[in-house]
């Protein structure tokens, strides 16, 4: 059974037992789930079973057990295959290539005749990795569903890296002793196939953070957890240490699934009472006696469920999992949104529907900070000589006013200030202009609110505005043409006049996202890789701290000279990154922080992130190939904004430690139409 019931881990709620073989896979299986573990990764081959490449027209016996041994169902969701661990394909010795080469692809071609749901590929032994890599290419191109998992250790020991050094005459290259970088040379040779994840070995001693972080944009789809790590507590139940809890619940709320490794190695008093395996730790696991079919009681003679020596630790699991503590009810509200791609609005050329208002308007946070905005400006009006508190109204234009939310905000705010307020709501989506004048019926705001069904652009105004509102800021700040549009409507403004927001700045950084690269590689064109996304980041590692890219104020002092404002844009970055080891860059993330009026913000940035906000979810600028970045090499790189008579687009390009191509020049993939 799954670990537990949550719903904000996807897979990760599954948990399987990895052992060495299973005479009977059956018996095997049947223990690992009245154990409570959900799957079973067990070798396809007996791992010692070393064999000749199968010439043509020789008959031989079976190579591994039949299919008829469990159902089609259970081999596709109960079993996890293992590949034979001497297979070799870039062996110095010529047989023994050719007899991995032929041993790789038949395992390969039997886990996929029994439908598994992934097969586990170990490591060659001499990290020579072209023809491996050739050959698992090969086989991922004829595969529907399964997944091959490649397993590299999270930390590589002392031995892993003295094979990575006498590797180096084999590879004409240095074999890097940091096991993301085999990762990546895999991944790269595989032509970055989505069919491949990872298999993180996690160590008994914790490698520094920086290193654990950068497997979050990763495709890692299972963590391999040793019993060895798990230690003793008074009662002698296994536990495990703090650093390991929290790397485990980090990677279950990633949607990482869990395998648990080794033999038991605790008993605690209830197994002792019943027969089961001292306190030394001395006994076998009943489910390691049935497959390996030493002498002693089987899954079924063991006493029961209770008496099965891994069933502390998947009890521990489960309770850990369970108890992982919730993320913010935010958090939730967006989970189907989680490193989905949602093409930018298009605000000018497209009209929103009732449901998309429906969701913006649900974030009270957002309205309640324009309503502090507007509350501020009003108080900080100059009432006319000899005007009583109250007499003088304030007109205040909301510009792009929907169905109402800044509509009712700015006369809440009128309110509270004990100002008189007189409200123009100018509004070009002929529907929502129908909410607008249903709600000055039933709203009473007939004496206070006049709806403008028109473009800002074009609307000639009857009188000036004291205060200019709007809510055109997208997920990069400018990216649905505010600048352009309260530009525009600047005309309306009294000399001295506010505009709410009053300035905005753009931000970006660095990130690791296999998830969404692999998503927008999808598509096997040049468009969606020169295209930006709105999407809610959830499996990504950030690389470097952000950088400022472009900011915009209103009022713009350049709007009203006959040159006319000039909103092209463009930014050389730079990302330091002392210290951090290498990774692999899939793109930028980007966010924006406004000024609404003095000290009242609203930010996606992540360091001034308003809280409980959900109107904008970050911005993804991908690169059309992943960039390698050596471990501390800084990131530069080029962002451009650019405009025409129609349209506006970026343009972006990362410059050094590798130029990539300038993507989307001349706005060719994506643009926004004006």
Same mark, same amino acid.
């Given at each position: 059974?799954?670990?537990?019931?949550?719903?904000?881990?996807?897979?990760?709620?599954?948990?399987?037992?990895?052992?060495?073989?299973?005479?009977?896979?059956?018996?095997?299986?049947?223990?690992?789930?009245?154990?409570?573990?959900?799957?079973?990764?067990?070798?396809?081959?007996?791992?010692?079973?070393?064999?000749?490449?199968?010439?043509?027209?020789?008959?031989?016996?079976?190579?591994?057990?039949?299919?008829?041994?469990?159902?089609?169902?259970?081999?596709?969701?109960?079993?996890?295959?293992?590949?034979?661990?001497?297979?070799?394909?870039?062996?110095?010795?010529?047989?023994?290539?050719?007899? #991995?080469?032929?041993?790789?692809?038949?395992?390969? @071609?039997?886990?996929?005749?029994?439908?598994?749901?992934?097969?586990?590929?170990?490591?060659?032994?001499?990290?020579?990795?072209?023809?491996? +890599?050739?050959?698992?290419?090969?086989?991922?191109?004829?595969? #529907?569903?399964?997944?091959?998992?490649?397993? *590299?250790?999270?930390?590589?020991? !002392?031995?892993?890296?003295?094979?990575?050094?006498?590797?180096?005459?084999?590879?004409?290259?240095?074999?890097?002793?940091?096991?993301?970088?085999?990762?990546?040379?895999?991944?790269?040779? /595989?032509? %970055?196939?989505?069919?491949?994840?990872?298999?993180?070995?996690?160590?008994?001693?914790?490698?520094?953070? %920086?290193?654990?972080?950068?497997?979050?944009?990763?495709?890692?789809?299972?963590?391999?957890?040793?019993?060895?790590?798990?230690?003793?507590?008074?009662?002698?139940?296994?536990? $495990?240490?703090?650093?390991?809890?929290?790397? $485990? *619940?980090?990677?279950?709320?990633?949607?990482?699934?869990?395998?648990?490794?080794?033999?038991?190695?605790?008993?605690?008093?209830?197994? &002792?009472?019943?027969?089961?395996?001292?306190?030394?730790?001395?006994?076998?696991?009943?489910?390691?006696?049935?497959?390996?079919?030493?002498?002693?009681?089987?899954?079924?003679?063991?006493?029961?469920?209770?008496?099965?020596?891994?069933?502390? =630790? /998947? @009890?521990?699991?489960?309770?850990?999992?369970?108890?992982?503590?919730?993320?913010?009810? %935010?958090?939730?509200?967006?989970?189907?949104?989680?490193?989905?791609?949602?093409?930018?609005?298009?605000?000018?050329?497209?009209?929103?529907?009732?449901?998309? =208002?429906?969701?913006?308007?649900?974030?009270?946070?957002?309205?309640?900070?324009?309503?502090?905005?507007?509350?501020?400006?009003?108080?900080?009006?100059?009432?006319?000589?000899?005007?009583?508190?109250?007499?003088?109204?304030?007109?205040?234009?909301?510009?792009?006013?929907?169905?109402?939310?800044?509509?009712?905000?700015?006369?809440?705010? &009128?309110? +509270?200030?004990?100002?008189?307020?007189?409200?123009?709501?100018?509004?070009?989506?002929?529907?929502?202009?129908?909410?607008?004048?249903?709600?000055?019926?039933?709203?009473?705001?007939?004496?206070?609110?006049?709806?403008?069904?028109?473009?800002?652009?074009?609307?000639?105004?009857?009188?000036?505005?004291?205060?200019?509102?709007?809510?055109?800021?997208? #997920?990069?700040?400018?990216?649905?043409? #505010?600048?352009? /549009?309260?530009?525009?409507?600047?005309?309306?403004?009294?000399?001295?006049?506010?505009?709410?927001?009053?300035? =905005?700045?753009?931000?970006?950084?660095?990130?690791?996202?296999?998830? $969404?690269?692999?998503?927008?590689?999808? =598509?096997?064109?040049?468009?969606?890789?020169?295209?930006?996304?709105?999407?809610?980041?959830?499996?990504?590692?950030?690389?470097?701290?952000?950088?400022?890219?472009?900011?915009?104020?209103?009022?713009?002092?350049?709007?009203?000279?006959?040159?006319?404002?000039?909103?092209?844009?463009?930014?050389?970055?730079?990302?330091?990154?002392?210290?951090?080891?290498?990774?692999?860059?899939?793109?930028?993330?980007?966010?924006?922080?406004?000024?609404?009026?003095?000290?009242?913000?609203?930010?996606?940035?992540?360091?001034?992130?308003?809280? &409980?906000?959900?109107?904008?979810?970050?911005?993804?600028?991908?690169?059309?190939?992943?960039?390698?970045?050596? !471990?501390?090499?800084?990131?530069? +790189?080029? *962002?451009?904004?650019?405009?025409?008579?129609?349209?506006?687009?970026?343009?972006?390009?990362?410059?050094?430690?590798?130029?990539?191509? *300038?993507?989307?020049?001349?706005?060719?993939?994506?643009?926004?139409?004006?």
């Amino acid at each position: 059974m799954p670990l537990g019931k949550r719903t904000d881990c996807g897979d990760a709620k599954y948990a399987g037992v990895e052992v060495s073989f299973a005479c009977d896979v059956v018996e095997a299986l049947e223990g690992t789930l009245q154990c409570g573990f959900d799957f079973l990764a067990v070798p396809l081959v007996h791992p010692r079973f070393r064999r000749p490449r199968l010439e043509p027209g020789v008959t031989v016996p079976p190579f591994t057990r039949s299919d008829l041994l469990l159902t089609s169902s259970q081999w596709s969701s109960q079993i996890v295959g293992k590949v034979s661990p001497w297979i070799e394909p870039d062996a110095p010795s010529a047989p023994l290539r050719r007899d #991995s080469e032929a041993a790789l692809r038949q395992e390969l @071609e039997w886990a996929a005749h029994l439908s598994l749901q992934a097969c586990i590929l170990p490591l060659p032994h001499t990290l020579a990795l072209a023809n491996y +890599a050739r050959i698992l290419h090969q086989v991922m191109l004829g595969l #529907s569903s399964m997944a091959l998992w490649i397993r *590299i250790p999270l930390a590589a020991p !002392a031995a892993e890296r003295s094979a990575s050094r006498a590797a180096e005459p084999q590879e004409g290259a240095h074999a890097p002793a940091d096991p993301w970088e085999w990762w990546y040379r895999v991944r790269c040779l /595989c032509g %970055q196939n989505a069919k491949l994840g990872v298999l993180l070995d996690l160590p008994l001693t914790l490698p520094p953070q %920086q290193a654990i972080d950068r497997w979050r944009g990763e495709p890692v789809r299972a963590v391999a957890l040793p019993t060895a790590a798990f230690v003793a507590n008074r009662r002698g139940y296994p536990t $495990l240490p703090r650093a390991h809890q929290e790397l $485990l *619940i980090d990677f279950w709320w990633q949607g990482v699934q869990v395998i648990l490794t080794g033999q038991a190695h605790h008993a605690p008093p209830a197994h &002792a009472e019943t027969g089961g395996p001292s306190a030394s730790g001395s006994g076998g696991s009943a489910v390691a006696v049935a497959i390996n079919g030493g002498a002693g009681p089987g899954v079924a003679a063991a006493g029961g469920e209770s008496d099965h020596p891994l069933r502390a =630790y /998947c @009890e521990y699991l489960s309770y850990i999992f369970r108890k992982a503590p919730l993320p913010p009810e %935010q958090e939730l509200l967006e989970l189907s949104y989680r490193d989905y791609l949602q093409a930018p609005l298009q605000p000018l050329q497209d009209n929103l529907e009732s449901q998309t =208002y429906e969701t913006f308007e649900k974030d009270s946070t957002k309205y309640s900070q324009y309503q502090a905005a507007v509350h501020a400006a009003l108080l900080d009006r100059p009432l006319a000589s000899g005007a009583a508190e109250g007499d003088e109204a304030t007109v205040l234009m909301v510009v792009g006013a929907g169905r109402g939310p800044l509509v009712r905000a700015s006369l809440a705010a &009128a309110d +509270a200030a004990g100002r008189r307020l007189r409200v123009y709501a100018v509004e070009k989506n002929a529907n929502a202009v129908v909410t607008l004048q249903n709600l000055v019926e039933s709203e009473g705001w007939g004496d206070r609110v006049t709806v403008a069904p028109a473009d800002m652009r074009s609307w000639a105004a009857p009188e000036l505005a004291d205060i200019l509102v709007s809510e055109l800021l997208g #997920s990069f700040g400018d990216n649905e043409l #505010s600048p352009e /549009c309260l530009d525009g409507a600047q005309r309306f403004l009294k000399p001295g006049g506010v505009s709410i927001p009053a300035a =905005y700045t753009s931000f970006l950084q660095p990130v690791t996202s296999s998830k $969404l690269w692999t998503d927008v590689k999808a =598509y096997n064109d040049r468009e969606h890789l020169e295209t930006p996304y709105v999407v809610k980041l959830h499996r990504f590692t950030t690389l470097a701290p952000t950088q400022p890219v472009f900011t915009f104020e209103h009022p713009n002092p350049a709007a009203g000279t006959a040159a006319g404002p000039d909103n092209t844009r463009e930014t050389p970055l730079r990302f330091e990154r002392p210290g951090a080891p290498a990774a692999v860059c899939h793109g930028f993330a980007g966010y924006f922080d406004a000024q609404l009026y003095g000290d009242v913000r609203l930010s996606t940035h992540p360091p001034s992130h308003t809280p &409980a906000m959900f109107s904008w979810f970050p911005i993804f600028f991908p690169l059309r190939r992943p960039l390698h970045l050596p !471990a501390g090499a800084p990131v530069q +790189a080029h *962002i451009w904004r650019c405009c025409s008579n129609h349209k506006v687009w970026y343009e972006w390009a990362v410059v050094s430690p590798t130029p990539t191509p *300038i993507h989307n020049p001349n706005g060719r993939s994506y643009y926004v139409g004006l």
